[in-house]
């Protein structure tokens, strides 16, 4: 995840600050008790209701992940209300996401989880978070337009290359392993998250901004004194290792997914939006910082 200042890379002496982003807090007491609270009902709410996990339904969260990564870009320019702003940094907006998000969910789930049509889990899911996704994403591009212009170039760049790189990738290892087969397309989704927040990271170092976490900020810095390409710069090292290191949960927790469907793409689900959120609130940043 990137910052627009270069000078805001923070180096801890521990193995957590070397995982930890910069920025990373809790929000003041208030705040978090009642951000639990909205968790906590989310969480029962799906206990009680026990939704069935299918790759429709992670595909469904996609654009919700958007919503918390575009929310962190605004929260990162300032351009929130004072009032909802301890809510907004990380990580508390993508509990405050998840709270959302996991509420729809419960209210969807008792009907069909295995196709689009409407009513459906997928198709309500997909519904509410693509406008949702829509009004956050039109909001932050409204403001950046407001506060001196947009940049369009670059993201749009990389997400074409993510989209194009991602499959790709994923073709190839789904004819050449069953395991990753079983994966479905959260599968894909996976790949896609982790490539494009390796490539959106990697546009972001020729642009000017700075990876918040230490250890990517490491392994950019190697990439760099080895070698800098067009368009991924420094970073084309840390792209590298995200889409290997993608591919291979992919084949790994397809394995599982073959044997338990709801925990493994649940879990596959999870992995993407580690990918996915991110990659999101670069483009995002890039467009109106």
Same mark, same amino acid.
């Given at each position: ?136 994403? %039109?909001?932050? =591009?409204?403001? *950046?337009?407001?506060?001196? &212009? @947009?940049?369009? #170039?670059?993201?749009?760049?990389? /997400?074409? !290359? ?101 925990? %493994?793409?649940? =879990?596959?689900? *999870?992995?993407?939006?580690? &990918? @996915?959120?991110? #990659?999101?609130?670069?483009?995002? /940043?890039? !467009?109106?910082?």
């Amino acid at each position: 995840m990137l910052v627009a200042d270069r000078n805001a890379f923070r180096t801890g002496a521990t193995s957590a600050a070397m995982v930890l982003p910069s920025g990373f807090a809790l929000p003041p007491l208030p705040y978090l008790l009642a951000l639990l609270a909205g968790v906590a009902v989310a969480g029962a709410a799906l206990y009680r209701t026990r939704p069935r996990v299918t790759p429709r339904v992670v595909l469904a969260f996609t654009p919700w992940m958007v919503v918390g990564a575009s929310l962190y870009a605004l929260f990162q320019i300032e351009a929130v209300p004072a009032a909802v702003r301890p809510l907004l940094g990380t990580p508390a907006v993508y509990l405050a996401t998840f709270a959302v998000a996991g509420l729809v969910w419960a209210a969807a789930s008792p009907f069909g989880a295995d196709e689009w049509d409407l009513p459906s889990t997928p198709g309500l899911l997909l519904l509410i978070g693509t406008l949702t996704a829509g009004g956050v994403v %039109g909001s932050a =591009l409204r403001i *950046g337009l407001n506060r001196g &212009g @947009l940049l369009l #170039g670059p993201p749009l760049a990389a /997400l074409v !290359a993510s989209l194009v790189v991602a499959t790709g990738v994923w073709l190839l290892t789904v004819t050449n392993s069953e395991d990753a087969s079983a994966a479905s397309s959260v599968g894909w989704l996976v790949l896609l998250g982790h490539t494009l927040d390796g490539i959106s990271t990697a546009v972001g170092s020729t642009l000017g901004f700075g990876e918040q976490t230490p250890l990517s900020r490491l392994i950019i810095e190697l990439g760099g004194e080895l070698v800098s390409l067009p368009f991924l710069g420094p970073a084309w090292l840390f792209v590298v290792v995200k889409v290997a290191l993608a591919t291979f949960l992919v084949v790994f927790v397809g394995e599982y997914a073959a044997e338990e469907p709801q925990r %493994g793409y649940l =879990l596959l689900g *999870g992995v993407a939006a580690v &990918g @996915l959120g991110p #990659g999101a609130h670069n483009l995002v /940043l890039f !467009a109106i910082a």
